[in-house]
């Protein structure tokens, strides 16, 4: 059976899809407001797929050459034939994206909300065995217990001084063992366990590298931010702006109020240890004068609750007979 090879294409073939990707390119920049620039390392094009599919009607995926992009930003931007003058706010700001196209970078553009799109992403992670020669990006743990291997296996153990003992005819860890740390080569004799161990330490899918939102860039970090970690996160600095300005003697919008309440309460105790008064510290001298009259504040609603046992107080009472002479008179 003869195989036969892939067609090669033409020049002219060639420079027609090019112009059609930058076509594409161009078309998405004009129809959406948001770009996220995702890091496709290790993606299949089967769980790929599975991506596109998951974000069908939020977001669409734009892969290619950093080369041909940056293309296409040039096209926009440069415009000779003036095809695109009604996208010159956008082709202007679209070139802080050009300048962030390190690596195997694609493109997600979107309207949608964007901690939507980041979490449909993310759950699009699928796990991989550990292969020999690949960079290990998480801490790769071996836990402690049986592993169900015939005591032959030992050497794979000994080999990476993992402690272990033979329990019931099969091999036991006898402590967790850090494996791999982050950025580690995997070795052979690495690769080889994990696969004894049915253990898929990776997990490979796309990653968030940079948010394009209407002109603006910034790290996905800025995603986890939740309206309430922002109110916190403002009052922490009013406070400390505040706390500056009571502390150098500087006054500011945050101090002010503080500053006025501090004087109040040096004015009132002032006014109570002296003769000197005003309109807001008379109340509070009447009471240092006659604490009896905190007593009469409070008396009506002491009375109140007086009466109410009282007179409640009868009504137990015949309760007590009735119950008494058993419910008869």
């Known amino acids: 059976m003869v195989r036969r090879g892939k067609k ?14 930058i076509e594409q390119f161009i078309n ?7 770009i996220i620039l995702v890091e496709a390392d290790n993606v299949r094009s089967k769980q790929m797929s599975d991506i596109r599919k998951a974000l069908r009607g939020k977001a669409e995926l734009l892969m290619g050459k950093n080369t041909m992009i940056k293309k296409a930003i040039k096209t926009m931007t440069v415009d000779e034939e003036k095809k695109y003058q009604a996208l010159a706010e956008k082709a202007k700001n679209i070139t802080k994206v050009g300048d962030l196209l390190k690596g195997n970078l694609g493109l997600l553009f979107t309207n949608s909300d964007l901690v939507e799109v980041r979490d449909i992403v993310l759950a699009n992670k699928v796990g991989a065995p550990a292969k020999q020669g690949s960079i290990s990006p998480v801490e790769v743990i071996i836990p402690a217990g049986n592993t169900g291997l015939e005591p032959t296996k030992t050497s794979f153990f000994q080999a990476l001084n993992i402690n272990t003992k033979i329990t019931k005819g099969t091999v036991e860890i006898i402590k967790e063992h850090q494996l791999l740390k982050i950025g580690d080569k995997v070795g052979n004799s690495e690769a080889a366990l994990l696969q ?9 899918g796309l990653g968030l590298a940079h948010i394009y939102d209407n002109g ?4 996905p970090k800025v995603l986890d931010l939740t309206d309430e970690l922002m109110e916190q996160k403002v009052r922490d600095a009013v406070n400390n702006v505040a ?4 502390e150098t003697g500087l006054p500011n919008e945050a101090s002010v109020p ?16 002296t003769e000197f008064s005003f309109k807001q510290a008379e109340k509070v001298k009447e009471f240092l004068k006659d604490p009896s009259k905190f007593a009469v504040a409070t008396a009506p ?6 009466t109410v046992v009282e007179e409640t107080k009868p009504e137990s009472e015949e309760e007590e007979e009735e119950d008494a002479f058993g419910g008869l008179f």
Do not use: R
Not at 8 to 21: G, S
Not at 28 to 34: F, G, P
Not at 243 to 246: D, E, Q, V
Not at 258 to 273: E, G, M, P, R
């Open 243 to 246: 706390a500056i300005g009571l």
């Open 301 to 306: 609603t002491t009375a109140t609750t007086t």
């Open 258 to 273: 503080h500053s006025v309440a501090n004087t109040f309460k040096s004015l009132l105790a002032i006014a109570a240890s």
């Open 8 to 21: 090669q294409l033409t020049k002219e073939e060639k420079q027609k899809l090019k112009e059609q990707y």
């Open 216 to 219: 603006a860039v910034y790290s």
């Open 196 to 204: 004894m161990l049915n253990i898929k330490p990776f997990q490979y």
């Open 28 to 34: 998405m920049v004009d129809k959406y407001d948001k």
